[in-house]
């Protein structure tokens, strides 16, 4: 395929499925209804599911600091900040174009090295995704039985039985061939394995790891709470069990993978977690745009002025800094 083709797919297949799940949420819950949530949703717990948000992404930026230390860098938390809420914001343009905006800031307004920089952030990342696999395991535990009810009823135990058989076989078979191939794929996915331990590995080797450690069980400890305290906007999800809140979140999160800043997926999310509690579609489709538009409306607007305010920010400084010298 051609590279240039493929570019423009990766921007534009994102955008096109983001289109699509608008119309499908529309076609489940129409606009006047959609309208009608939003109009009557106590905006008090909106506004307290917003605030935990902030709170999640300035850990992250103050989180950001203790990769960065190690490396021989002391970066401004304005531009650490900065950086990340821009980061955020150009996400909704571009998939993952972010976190290369964001390494680029600090190259720009701190001299940070770009690769050094981008390294941090793929450690970030690491320690997320291990945050996050252990989200999933505490809500296994927690619906164990649930879940458990979910597949039996919906699945043949011995199909189920059968198919973990097929699964273990085909992963140990990959594992193999995978350690033993030379082709150029085999060599990807172990260069990536290998950077996720050596992400992993140079957690634990910072001189503020239990710092790092707490900010990680804290952003994410709040993005739970950002979610489950929006669902109190809305009479009709009350009275939900905790399980639910959790199983949506897990599939609200990995929306915000599948479109550009999950828009039209992150509802559609919600609704099809919230479907497996017998809860009805109107206000699970609801809360999910409930809770995507306030969190986007924050990003938005935090990305926005910090796209503006960091040449600013930073020419003060240097003015700041030319006086003192001046002084001296």
């Given at each position: 395929m051609n590279l240039s083709l493929k570019k423009y797919l990766k921007i534009l297949l994102p955008i096109l499925l983001g289109v699509f799940l608008i119309w499908y949420s529309l076609s489940k819950v129409p606009l006047n209804e959609l309208l009608n949530y939003f109009k009557n949703a106590n905006y008090g717990w909106i506004l307290l599911?917003?605030?935990?948000?902030?709170?999640?992404?300035?850990?992250?930026?103050?989180?950001?600091?203790f990769l960065l230390e190690p490396l021989g860098y002391k970066v401004k938390l304005g531009n650490s900040i900065m950086a990340v809420f821009s980061a955020y914001l150009i996400n909704y343009t571009i998939p993952r174009?972010?976190?290369?905006?964001?390494?680029s800031i600090l190259t720009t307004y701190e001299g940070v090295p770009f690769e050094k920089g981008f390294g941090t952030i793929v450690s970030e990342r690491v320690a997320d995704l291990l945050v996050m696999v252990g989200v999933i395991i505490i809500t296994l535990f927690i619906q164990f039985d649930f879940i458990y009810q979910f597949f039996i009823e919906k699945l043949n135990p011995l199909h189920i039985v059968i198919g973990l058989i097929v699964l273990s076989v085909i992963a140990f078979l990959g594992f193999k061939l995978i350690k033993t191939s030379k082709s150029a794929f085999a060599l990807k996915i172990?260069?990536?394995?290998?950077?996720?331990?050596e992400g992993v590995l140079s957690i634990f080797k910072m001189k503020k790891k239990w710092a790092f450690?707490?900010?990680?069980?804290?952003?994410?400890?709040?993005?739970?709470?950002?979610?489950?305290?929006?669902?109190?906007?809305?009479?009709e999800l009350n009275n939900i069990p905790f399980g639910a809140i959790?199983?949506?979140?897990?599939?609200?999160?990995?929306?915000?993978?599948?479109?550009?800043?999950?828009?039209?997926s992150?509802?559609?999310?919600v609704y099809a977690a919230f479907s497996l509690f017998a809860i009805p579609e109107s206000p699970s489709i609801a809360f999910g745009?409930?809770?995507?538009?306030?969190?986007?409306l924050l990003l938005v607007l935090g990305g926005g002025l910090s796209l503006m305010l960091l040449p600013i920010f930073n020419k003060k400084s240097?003015?700041?800094?030319?006086?003192?010298?001046?002084e001296v």
């Open positions: 599911g917003m605030f935990c948000g902030l709170l999640s992404h300035l850990s992250r930026a103050y989180r950001w600091q174009a972010g976190e290369v905006a964001r390494a172990k260069t990536f394995v290998l950077g996720l331990l450690i707490a900010h990680t069980f804290f952003i994410w400890g709040m993005y739970i709470v950002m979610f489950y305290v929006t669902s109190f906007s809305l009479t959790l199983i949506g979140f897990i599939s609200a999160s990995f929306s915000i993978a599948a479109t550009n800043g999950g828009i039209g992150y509802p559609i999310a745009w409930i809770a995507w538009t306030s969190q986007t240097h003015v700041k800094i030319s006086n003192n010298k001046d």
